[in-house]
C-alpha cells in the first residue's frame, strides 16, 4: 500500500462475502486491512541476521562443530575439514561417542582424545562464556589442548559450550594453535639454554676468583687464573652482545638497520685485511675482486656477518689451514646478486650438522675446545635476510665448508626507497 507522497507500508488484506448480485458481483462484504510492516521488517532483519551468521560460520579460521538435541553432529564448517583432514558427509549424523572415536584415529596412540561425553564433569573447565541465560544448561565453556598427528602434526584448543534449545545442545571450536606453542616451546629452550650459556663462565669465573681470594699463588698460577677469567668475561660479553644484537633486529624487523647504498668492494677489502694484521696467525687470502655494483647494505651490519663467516673459518680449520674470500656478480632470471663466498678447508659438517646450524647456540663441536656462542650462524642469517639476502652453505666432514653470502642488487632509486 502506497501513499500520494511516495512512501508505503505492507498491509494484509482479508475479507468475507455475504451476499452476491444476480450477475455474480459482490454486493454484500466485509473486509479488513491489517498493518503488517513491522513483521515484514523483522521478517527481512531475521534473513539478514541469518545470512550474516551463515557466512561467519563458514568464513572461521576457528573450526566448529554442532550437536543437535539428539547430541548428534548437525553442521560442520570448512575450517575444521581442512585442519583434521574429514569430510563434512562423514561427520554430519554421527554421535558424540563415534565423533570422538573419529578425533581419537587422529590423536595417535600416544595421545588420548578428551570425550565430549564426560566434559561436564572433567577438570578441564577454565574460562566461562556468558551465554544468554534461557540458553544455558550449565556453567559454559570448557578448554582442552588436543595434539593431532593426522593429516598433519597440529595443536588445537577445543572450547565447548553447552546449550539448552530445541535443536542444538552442543557447540565445540577448535583454535589451531601449533604456531603459538612452537614459539612457546622455543622461547623455554632458548631461555633455558641462554641460562646454561652463561652459568658456565660464570662458574669458572667465581672458581678462580674465589681461589685467588682464599691463598696466595706462584706468578705462573695467578697468570693463568686471570688469563681464564679473562677469556670467560670475553666470552659472556661476546654472548650478551650477540644476544643484544639478535633481539634488536627481531624486535624491530630491520628498522634497527641504517641502509645505504654503498659500493661493497671496499668493504669485502677492509674485513680481510683486518685480519691480516702483523702478529696475527691468521690469514685470508683474497681472491682478485671484479667490478661490482652499489648495494643498499648497512654497512657496519654486512661487516659484522662477514667478519663472523671469516671467524668460523679460522675457528674450523687447522693452525695452518687456507681460508679464502671472493666476491661475484651473479644474474639469475633479470635480478642480479652480489655472492660473497668464505671458503675453508677445516673439520667440516654432517648433514644432520648441516641442518642445524642455523640454531641458535647450536654448536658442531661440542668438545668444548671451540670457544663460541653458537649465536655467530643465526645473526649471520638475520643480517642478510633483512638485506633481502640468502644464506647457503655447503660443507663436508674432513673437507671445510663453504658460506655464499648473496645481496641483492637495487636496481634503481625508487626500488631502494
Not at 531475521?46 to 568464513?59: D, G, K, P
Not at 651490519?301 to 687447522?318: D, E, H, V, W
Not at 681460508?323 to 673439520?347: C, F, K, M, P, Y
Request: net charge negative; proline share 3%.
Amino acid at each position: 500500500m502506497r501513499y500520494k507522497e511516495g512512501s508505503g507500508k505492507w498491509a494484509l488484506e482479508s475479507g468475507m462475502i455475504f451476499s452476491k448480485s444476480q450477475d455474480g458481483k459482490a454486493d454484500n462484504m466485509v473486509g479488513t486491512i491489517t498493518d503488517i510492516t513491522r513483521y515484514h521488517h523483522l521478517d527481512e532483519a531475521l534473513v539478514r541476521n541469518e545470512e550474516a551468521m551463515r557466512t561467519i560460520f563458514s568464513q572461521s579460521p576457528d573450526g566448529i562443530v554442532v550437536f543437535d538435541h539428539k547430541h548428534e553432529v548437525s553442521l560442520v564448517n570448512e575450517a575444521f575439514c581442512r585442519m583434521t583432514g574429514l569430510a563434512r558427509d562423514h561427520l554430519l549424523g554421527l554421535a558424540e561417542a563415534q565423533f570422538d572415536a573419529v578425533m581419537q584415529q587422529l590423536c595417535g596412540s600416544e595421545a588420548r582424545y578428551s570425550s565430549t561425553a564426560n566434559a561436564s564433569s572433567m577438570a578441564e573447565a577454565r574460562v566461562a562464556i556468558h551465554v544468554d541465560p534461557k540458553h544455558r544448561r550449565r556453567a559454559s565453556d570448557r578448554e582442552v589442548v588436543v595434539e593431532i598427528f593426522r593429516p598433519e602434526q597440529r595443536v588445537l584448543l577445543r572450547s565447548l559450550i553447552e546449550l539448552e534449545q530445541d535443536r542444538l545442545s552442543r557447540v565445540m571450536y577448535f583454535r589451531d594453535i601449533t604456531a603459538a606453542t612452537q614459539v612457546e616451546r622455543m622461547k623455554s629452550e632458548f631461555l633455558s639454554t641462554a641460562a646454561h650459556e652463561l652459568r658456565t663462565p660464570m662458574s669458572i669465573i667465581l672458581g678462580y676468583a674465589e681461589l685467588l681470594k682464599m691463598r696466595t699463588f706462584d706468578e705462573d698460577a695467578q697468570i693463568r687464573m686471570i688469563n681464564s677469567i679473562y677469556d670467560q668475561s670475553q666470552s659472556i660479553v661476546k654472548l650478551l652482545n650477540e644476544l643484544l644484537d639478535l633481539a634488536r633486529i627481531e624486535a624491530r624487523a630491520g628498522k634497527a638497520f641504517n641502509m645505504m647504498k654503498l659500493p661493497i668492494a671496499p668493504i669485502i677489502t677492509q674485513i680481510a685485511e683486518s685480519f691480516m694484521m702483523p702478529g696475527d696467525a691468521r690469514k685470508v687470502t683474497l681472491l682478485p675482486l671484479p667490478s661490482l655494483p652499489e648495494l643498499m647494505i648497512d654497512r657496519e651490519k654486512i661487516g659484522q656477518a662477514l667478519n663472523n663467516c671469516l671467524s668460523n673459518a679460522f675457528k674450523f680449520s687447522g693452525k695452518d689451514s687456507e681460508v679464502s674470500l671472493e666476491a661475484h656478480l651473479e644474474n639469475s632470471g633479470g635480478q642480479r646478486a652480489v655472492s660473497i663466498i668464505v671458503r675453508d678447508h677445516g673439520i667440516g659438517m654432517s648433514e644432520q650438522e648441516l641442518a642445524r646450524v642455523f640454531e641458535k647456540f647450536y654448536r658442531a663441536d661440542t668438545s668444548g675446545r671451540t670457544l663460541g656462542t653458537g649465536l655467530g650462524m643465526s645473526l649471520i642469517k638475520e643480517i642478510i635476510e633483512h638485506h633481502g639476502g640468502d644464506v647457503y652453505i655447503a660443507s663436508e666432514p674432513g673437507k671445510g665448508t663453504v658460506i655464499t653470502l648473496t645481496l641483492p642488487v637495487v636496481e634503481n632509486e625508487e626500488m631502494a626507497s
